[in-house]
T-cell receptor, first 113, second 113 residues
Framework: SQQGEEDPQALSIQEGENATMNCSYK?????LQWYRQNSGRGLVHLIL?????REKHSGRLRVTLDTSKKSSSLLITASRAADTASYFC?????????????FGTGTKLQVIP | DGGITQSPKYLFRKEGQNVTLSCEQN?????MYWYRQDPGQGLRLIYY???????QKGDIAEGYSVSREKKESFPLTVTSAQKNPTAFYLC????????????FGEGSRLTVL
């Protein structure tokens, strides 16, 4: 089962605008991560936020986490055409003494030059 | 260069045949994962392994099998019991299953004819 659900499923913006993607999840987590995937390629890690953190920045990326609402958002500022990709959130869940990482359904971002 | 290598990149199989996808990492990571991605969808966890000679079923393990005889290798066999095997398969690794950040290979696309 999918732990996370991203919203919106697809987003199209002009270059220079900001892009915001949201992720909701179901169970308690230790960490939440965001990944990027170019079409037909593997995923690339962008940023990790721990459950005791509320906000984190990395370059043009800003991630927020609200554990009370079980939600996170990824903001990409001053978008570029090269940001066109799918973005996924991932959460870790305790499972029988192990931690497994499960992914959301993704947001497909198109940045128009 | 350190990384994860998946092979083959493209694979065609006739119905009823088993096929094995290779995943090798030289990052010295303990944990390894297999995910399946269907068109326009998120990643679903097939199997994961925290340590050599140990692995756990993910959310969609039926019709798949794995082995973890060496730290650097985690092959996935798609058996004839898998009813709908056509998909994009992604292998990943991490230092362990508790500290997040997954490193992904470039994927293997399996098509059943």
């Amino acid at each position: 089962s999918q732990q996370g659900e991203e919203d919106p499923q697809a987003l199209s913006i002009q270059e220079g605008e900001n892009a915001t993607m949201n992720c909701s999840y179901k169970t308690s987590i230790n960490n939440l991560q965001w990944y990027r995937q170019n079409s037909g390629r593997g995923l690339v890690h962008l940023i990790l936020i721990r459950s005791n953190e509320r906000e984190k920045h990395s370059g043009r990326l800003r991630v927020t986490l609200d554990t009370s609402k079980k939600s996170s958002s990824l903001l990409i500022t001053a978008s570029r055409a090269a940001d066109t990709a799918s973005y996924f959130c991932a959460t870790d869940q305790a499972s029988g003494g192990y931690q497994k990482v499960t992914f959301g359904t993704g947001t497909k971002l198109q940045v128009i030059p | 260069d350190g990384g994860i290598t998946q092979s083959p990149k493209y694979l065609f199989r006739k119905e009823g045949q088993n096929v094995t996808l290779s995943c090798e990492q030289n990052l010295n990571h303990d944990a390894m994962y297999w995910y399946r991605q269907d068109p326009g969808q998120g990643l679903r966890l097939i199997y994961y392994s925290q340590i050599v000679n140990d692995f756990q079923k993910g959310d969609i393990a039926e019709g798949y099998s794995v082995s973890r005889e060496k730290k650097e290798s985690f092959p996935l066999t798609v058996t004839s019991a898998q009813k709908n095997p056509t998909a994009f398969y992604l292998c990943a690794s991490s230092w362990n299953t508790y500290t997040g950040e997954l490193f992904f290979g470039e994927g293997s696309r399996l098509t059943v004819l």
